[in-house]
């Protein structure tokens, strides 16, 4: 019989638990190592509607990429919206495990599946923090390389391949040769991308002063959406847990979509 | 119909959220304030065998002294005895809701009635912090007075009337005719008992310093037990619930005693 | 004849230094108070083409709404943006003084400026946190009403009248007719807007998870852009100061925009 | 002659004081190294009466466990007991070292008189923490064998070995068979005992919470007191030092015993 | 009989505790405050050669500016300065008071008596904290005027009151009229001097920077020593000691001077 | 064309900037890597007066040892010396760098050129704390041998050699055989000078306590002011760097002199 702690491990193979951020929090966050498992909801995030689909469909298991709990809390209760996912999961005898900046910084990982998202060649890695088990190097951000074209043909590029409904950058005043990108919120590494010989970069949640120090900086800045640049990794996590057991039925969250919209 | 937030309304009456040490955690912890409720257990501790008696029963709430979550959780587990019991409340759809310290220092709680069970007269607060909107003082410490005796009748009468299986204490010299008294952990106030002009101080959990702090400032010194010494509360609480709440059952744990035996 | 000290107690009469936040660096950032004035240039922000711009006109005085320093420096060097902008001042001995916070706040500050751009009627602060000397009340948040209409409606409305090139925003579900506004990154501020009613939260900077946040409780949020939303009130400030000192030449900048695009 | 030094370096031979804790305040804490030695007085604690003692018979020096000062101190005066002790020993020319958790860690130390004591076999270090010149483990608990008896068997032997009035326990539902041991305040490291594959654990100071986590683990938790557990390393520290220095009076102070009593 | 306890409330009476900086440490820091009193010895330090003073003379008691124990300690013992001070008390039955900030702040305090010393007239507080009983402000520094003189003339008079080996200084090009006073390491609170409007600043243990900052404000700064500008209120102090208490004998220290020297 | 990375670059090769403390800020601390140089001004601070010496004599550079930024600054305005420095620096195109603990620390830096001056033997680093590149070690501070006189003489050599107007020292009773020095604020430092057998300190900025420390600890403990021990080191380093770019002119601040002056 597959467990939680089964799937978990798995995870955690792809994502080893030792390449997360200090401050992050990963693994088990609800429910029980040693549950059976038959069917596992994959999702960006468990929310609650992602929690429910959950329930409805008889899953025990929801593995996510950002996680259940991140501030420590002194109450579960339905006043928040955590309270209500947590309560709603043990309501329905559902576990829920995630990898996060695991996810982010592993060989394969979000980054990476980002970056081949977007058709980069000679993909690398921008300041490794260290290695694996078998020596490949891991560390957040990833850059590769693009037939040169100008700044315009590349937005609309990265627009089709990610489905976003807009996007937002400055142009940095240089043609598209060699982009970095970081799924989520990462512009504050910026420097790191640029250092790295990039003039293009593609991540998401830019701030005001983000899109003035790029401009400052000469660098095409593109935020491209959290979810749009994350969510790639779902459908590739959902696949490697489905094809290491077979014995389990893995369905990626249908509920589950960016809920901004573009005007 | 009767629902939690009723309950936890009255309970913050008889002992107010001010009234509460600022590090503590109170109130609803788990569940939701609109559930009904019809069926209430009432206990001093939410450990897990507590809450499988209020699952068994088919109580939708719980109301403990002892607070559910006291260090704030970044997961949700079987790994810990807490998360095993918000796992358990959350499946069966049991809320539970707590008054701590608030009931510690409010009139007519946890000391107050420990003071009453010890048959005190003149019962005073000692050090009161402050006032309810009566004008009732209220604080942690409360001290009486006995007929004057000596500290063997005093040991005698303590252990038959909180029924303690054995008392620990140190004997500082002095016949017993005041006497402070502090539920659970309060030995790091003795010097507050003394200072109110007290020869004897009933409180639990005291530490080897702790009583030879006694020994040098001439206080008797009683560990009755922290069970022994805060219990004596969830009766009158429970009575007070029934009597305000005569449509909802309320009954008394029968699952939860003292584990703590003596050789 | 008219110095930085005039035009920087003339400034805090309109935003008092006391209305500001308490991390806040406001006031004279750079340059001397008893230098004569003839030519200030108004900017939402003292970047270095801004600076330039002033340098290139003549001015001796940039007046910004965001502060030119505000991590505290240990080295004024042309590696990094703003000791470009100091380096360029210096040079060319140009001063500058700002109001940040204390603009935010204050009646008339860039708060009411944005909330009147947005033809609000019945316009208060949520939540004051204090009142100036004639007794008009401060704080950073503002409300007012709307015609009722569809959120599509009020979209295009906010989009013309701020100018904004593209918006992003979340649909809470509800139709426009209480509406706060809070210029910059103020949404971490939605739920004193939901507080005092509004259905709708005009704002800037927003990620992903205060979309989210915005979904679950219903809150239509708008990201209407950190220039477009704080903007408006560089030539309301502008304004006054040319009123206020007939004798000295006041501009607003030509060359600082949005730096940002939408594709 | 032999002076203060010379005893100091033969204790710390016994207990090295790398081997404490960073916390923890040992060696000299009162007199001078200089100072001739030739009686010693040797104690659990430094207490006042245990200062007197030594004053009245003529001793230069005492040799205890626990230290004389343990927060730092802005005062000596008659208003504390510590102060008391000091000034008693000045004022008779006494000096005052100590071993503390270099004692209790150390190989043949508290922990390991207290094993013997209780006749464990098989006697080893739990999570030895680093090793002594001699390659020796040393660390805080120790665990050993004991024919497998049922819990109040072993309780008997404890009580009457030890010589305690009275023991607190919980029953863990085990037979005993590997008992570990941490003389003092060391239930906060139950579940390295448990790790250990210990079914029973005697310590001291046990607090109401530390009870109910041990139920809950399944593990017989002993409450065998303070003095009990810690005094029996004093008898053979004082032979130690007799034997190596036959021209020193050494003596086991008659003034000093547990003050607690139970009823 | 005449207690420690007398002279302290005493003292206290003439610098109130109330008025000591948070971080300074006054009142009985050695002994015991019943002791009885018959011979008082006066001096600025409790150094060890003080210590042997009232020791070789009798003395029950030693009252000085500066405190005995400042940081707080660990150990008393032969090894530190402060150690043999409080081993020599002990071992000598002698106490020791102290008043330090407070002395320093009070109405006819260290810094009156060394305003007066110089012969400023018109002697006020500059920057009061707060007020006596009575009233009366309290503060750290004063100041005071002088017949305008030029500066070589004021240092030469400086040098002669104060009965100083040698002064150090920077000519703030100014004439001498009004003079701050600070005795001790008052240097920091320069600008507060100046904009009391005074020219001329006599404090002690004055930096290498500081006398830079007092160049470039235009501030005559005078280091007349440490000794120099302290000692003054010794004599004051044992002089009102001796007319309250007639029957003690009240004794200045002979053997303390000041160790530094010019070359 | 020389540049200010040139200068800086041969500037960190004498004192490579690893070898600065921690809190210390040296390096470009304003202006231009990039910029051309011709004329340097060397000098031990960046003051005003030092800065407006660099702007009448044309210099594009200053080198001192002092750091024009120490607390970081959150305003550049003429309201503080350092913000004037900065605003004339800025003002004429003059950089600035700095060598400062780097150089105390540095073989051939502030110390070895103090103690050559002094005319010391066989000199060495008390407590290395690294070692260079070439594997020359490093530390702060130095000591070296004269041959055997009484104090007295060496105070007047003291004296002569740095051109010191007058002297403050304490008399630690002992002949001059073994000084150890530290050019500024060092006599913290004084127990490792002890330590390393030496009988004399020559350092500067001594306070009260410190010279009280240096007669019980029996140092002979000599303040030679902080620029007189500083400042030798300024000619070596502008005599290097004029050595090194002979096509660059290289002056010492004519301006710059010790302000304090003794009566």
């Known amino acids: ?146 037939n040169e074209q100008d700044l315009a043909a590349f937005l609309g590029h990265v627009k089709t391949v990610l489905g976003c409904e807009g996007l937002r950058y400055i142009d940095g005043g240089k043609a598209v040769r060699k982009v970095a990108v970081g799924g989520g919120s990462c512009a504050g590494a910026m420097l790191e991308a640029l250092d790295a010989g990039c003039d293009t970069f593609v991540t998401a949640d830019v701030k005001y002063n983000q899109f003035w120090d790029a401009k400052e900086l000469g660098l095409n800045l593109i935020d491209a959406g959290h979810f749009q640049t994350e969510n790639p990794v779902v459908a590739v996590l959902a696949e490697k847990i489905a094809a290491r057991f077979p014995e389990v039925e893995v369905r990626i969250s249908k509920a589950h979509n960016d809920c901004m919209r573009f005007f």
């Open 1 to 146: 019989m597959t467990t939680v702690a089964d799937i978990l491990n798995f995870v955690e193979t792809l994502a080893p638990r030792q390449m997360k951020m200090d401050w992050d929090n990963v693994g088990l966050l609800c429910g029980s190592k040693a549950a059976p498992v038959s069917k596992i909801l994959v999702a960006l995030d468990p929310f609650e509607h992602v929690c429910q689909e959950a329930a409805d469909w008889g899953a025990e298991l929801i593995v996510t990429h950002h996680p259940l709990i991140f501030q420590a809390m002194k109450s579960i209760t339905d006043e928040t919206s955590i309270g209500r996912s947590i309560m709603r999961l043990c309501a329905s005898g559902i576990n829920a495990i995630n990898a996060h900046t695991n996810l982010d910084q592993a060989p394969g990982g979000v980054n990476d599946v980002l970056a081949r998202t977007l058709g980069l060649s000679n993909i690398q890695i921008i300041s490794p923090v260290g290695a694996n088990e078998e020596g490949l190097p891991y560390g957040l951000l990833r850059y590769g390389e693009v």
